[in-house]
């Protein structure tokens, strides 16, 4: 590991990476760490930024470009989600992967709600490169499958619990959820959408820009 008095504690007390060359000493260090870029790992996966527009709940764009990236295992085990649903003509839409810290901080100085918004002094998975915001898709038409609500409607219609959709969202919902789960995602209980890779303890918060994972 590269040496810690290279990264200290923010205003929260969180350890969060924020040089991109530490970050890349990490990579170099271990190679399973490295943020992989899932349009170009995953064949077929679709990606809907919504962080990169307009479109989302800051009505104004969080990122500057529209990526999708995950430490190496997550993508790895979203690579195999992917190939499992292909067989019965189903894909993958990424509405988020990994998240810059200052973005959750932006998100939750906004939204003020810990059920739906991670908070400054803990950080979210996102933020580790460990969780995905995602849909399913037919391979076909490409148009997405009903789900319960739209990815970041943050009502009770969107808790993984809720029974009152219609059936053939329930459905699609169970779909995702066991094929995520088969793979080590855990499904979160208040946002149907996203699922954290079991990896996510084994890595640290990050606050770079897409363009400064890069080597
Ligand atoms: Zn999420």
Redesign the pocket.
Same mark, same amino acid.
């Given at each position: 590991m590269p040496p810690s008095e290279l990264i200290s504690n923010n205003m929260h007390g969180l350890r969060v990476v924020t040089t991109p060359d530490y970050y890349h000493r990490q990579v170099q260090e271990t190679p399973e760490s490295e943020l992989v870029n899932l349009a170009e790992f995953i064949p077929g996966i679709m990606l809907d930024i919504r962080y990169a527009t307009a479109a989302n709940l800051l009505g104004r764009p969080l990122y500057q470009q529209p990526a999708a990236y995950l430490r190496r295992p997550a993508a790895t085990a979203l690579r195999a989600v992917q190939a499992e649903l292909a067989t019965v003509g189903i894909g993958l839409k990424v509405? @988020?992967a990994y &998240?810059p810290y200052s973005a959750t901080v932006a998100f939750y100085d906004h939204v003020r709600d810990e059920t739906y918004a991670a908070p400054p002094w803990r950080g979210? &998975?996102?933020n580790r490169g460990c969780?995905? @915001?995602v849909t399913l898709v037919s391979l076909s038409t490409g148009e997405s499958l009903m789900m319960p609500t739209d990815f970041d409607e943050l009502t009770p219609a969107a808790h993984a619990d809720f029974s009152q959709a219609p059936i053939l969202a329930l459905l699609n919902r169970a779909v995702l959820r066991a094929v995520m789960r088969r793979h080590y995602f855990q499904h979160?209980p208040d946002?149907w959408?996203?699922?954290d890779h079991k990896c996510w303890e084994d890595y640290d918060l990050l606050d770079l820009e897409f363009a400064a994972l890069q080597a």
């Open positions: 509405f @988020d &998240r979210s &998975r996102h969780a995905v @915001d979160c946002e959408w996203h699922f």
